[in-house]
């Protein structure tokens, strides 16, 4: 997005794909910046589910550099706070306060720069609904935000220490052996976990290492490969995934089904 | 939408998210007018349904003034006719001549101004499948539209009251209580009822209320109230949904599931 | 698209319209080519089906001439091929060299004019993930294309005849009967089989006759008819499809379900 006439802004929400409201908070934002360039990035986060949010907005590093909108919001109506965090590489991350943008804009976005609770009814659509703040508030702040209006505008600033804390952190890398947790399972079963692949090969395991993966009290014997056609069909194996951080998997088969794994649950990969 | 050269379109249809068709309609009206912004609006309506495809085109007064095509259609390929719609909004709806466009156009969008039926070959796809009016009629036709071409050439006017009734009407609003149906059940099991915001207010129930709700001879004791964070998780109440009318939820948890609702189902809500 | 600044790039694959993915390699593209019109054609083709791939290419023939990327992709971080075919219609199809592009570019495209295997790291995005080409490979190739980039800068060309082949023929068509297989169920159950309707219409089965349809053991008589409302809601039919090829549904019901048809299976159409 060379163009600054056409920003970037991506909305993720747990809406559904299959839900009009998407449309809605599109409409919204193309009413206010009819230039903007508007990504759905995901729309089919589970209900509610922040860590599965949280994930999601970890995978704005690879979109332009914009104004990014995530609508994870079981607090809506409550006295959460809406908030815009401007990162080091630039983008606007916005959405409630709910820890969601947190883990995208610390791990993968070079940090929180500045952070803005949203408060100014101006720049909010009209009337605000106390359970759609994604059209009402959220998306017409990123389409302001687009337009050239100063984050200042939005409201007073926040010290973004007191912004309330990720859903997971870091795993923890040790000699020849990780300790994390399961925070995104694809629709193939593949389970994602929160060791950024830069951290995992801190451990001194290797592509190519026999190691193996402890999920739900079952020890499955596998190696750290690079890619899906060095096992043979239904053999799991623990790969980078395409975001940042490491994959388990079955070539062409359902590892989170085979094993019952579920979100946040403990996998522990050690070195044999 | 202020930009003349950026027409907008919008699509709904039962053809599903998952439909390579919807591509096909969306590639047909750029071929014909490459400026205009195209937006789907909902794909997800049940197939053939013309309770959920009315209820979803309501949604269009959310959405910029523009050419809004529906393509729910289980009578194409007979002799049912394909309309447009202008609204006295200045809208262009465009469909079935089978009750799917009715409640938007006269509920949300001002009333209707002017009916044509589409007759004209000149501004259809060749060949015209007889089963995929959405893509050959519908949306070549509100893409000529929003090139300019004035609604006159499409067809001969039609009276509208001759067209075929909407699908639903409004509930009945009484003192103290409402009858209505269930026009709409969204993905978190929430239903949403054929009463309008301002008619409800009028039956003098008012925020805080102590209300029953009487379903499929149930009756659950609940509260009429603004948002899902004013009861705990796992408890139903009544409030205003985002698109005009009143919605029948549960904090976090499935209504229509736990009471067995269906579309068109008798709701009755009465204040205790 | 009248509009060369406005080149079409389309987007197929089996990662689900419920994938984050679809958006990155929306981003990719935008970032190389903003002015590029960007359009998903079908993200639910079955994981790693190339008969559906196939099946779903074919429409690329209902898009405007463009530049068309299909990820189905199971032989991925093999030795399998990344290629460009350059098709007689003028169309760039983009994926990798396991059939899934071939049916299209040789029923649908006019035949393939030019094959080149993409190899220059120059127009890929680094770094290349093992087992995402659609976003790191095709996807940026497509891009480049589509700013004018010729197709001999990405690599060696192929002879055509050296490519994977097709993971369909075309169906046979003889006296009064043709012998088909399913290529596609869409999500109403409706089958289409791999005849194209210009040689179905050879076997000199007429609009009207009365047919039988075997399939699974099943025999099951009925019409070849020009649409849906021809027969009574839940009678079978065999009508042309809006693709070009022939379909076998159930009018207002589920034809594959109740005959238990699954891909690939054979389908005997014969005048009684």
């Known amino acids: 997005m060379n163009k600054p006439n056409h920003p970037f802004i991506s909305i993720s929400s747990d809406l559904g794909v299959e839900s009009e409201e998407v449309a809605i908070m599109k409409a919204v ?20 589910n922040i860590v599965e949010g949280a994930w999601t907005m970890e995978a704005v590093h690879l979109l332009p550099v914009g104004y990014h909108v995530c609508v994870v919001d079981p607090g809506v109506g409550t006295e959460r ?131 193996t993966v402890e999920v739900n009290k079952r020890k499955i014997k596998t190696k750290f490969l690079k890619t899906f056609g060095e096992v043979p069909i239904g053999e799991p194996l623990v790969i980078p995934d395409d975001f940042g951080r490491i994959e388990i998997a079955m070539n062409q088969d359902n590892f989170s089904e085979k094993y019952k794994v579920k979100l946040l649950d403990t996998v522990k990969i050690k070195k044999m």
Chains 1, 2, 3 share one sequence.
Do not use: C
């Open 81 to 211: 706070r809406g908030v815009i965090i401007k990162t080091k590489r630039g983008d606007y991350l916005l959405g409630p306060d709910n820890g969601v943008l947190i883990p995208a804009a610390e791990r993968f976005l070079g940090g929180i720069e500045k952070v803005v609770e949203i408060k100014n009814e101006k720049y909010m659509r009209k009337p605000v609904s106390p359970v759609f703040h994604g059209r009402d508030v959220f998306t017409p702040a990123a389409a302001w935000l687009s337009r050239g209006t100063p984050i200042e505008e939005f409201g007073p600033e926040i010290d973004h220490k007191k912004l309330v804390g990720a859903p997971y952190t870091e795993g923890d890398v040790m000699n020849k052996r990780v300790k994390a947790q399961v925070i995104h399972i694809n629709r193939f079963g593949t389970i994602f976990i929160n060791i950024k692949y830069d951290n995992f090969v801190k451990s001194g395991i290797k592509y190519g290492d026999r190691i």
């Open 29 to 48: 934002a193309l009413q206010i910046n009819p230039d903007a360039i508007i990504l759905d990035l995901r729309h089919s986060i589970p209900g509610f």
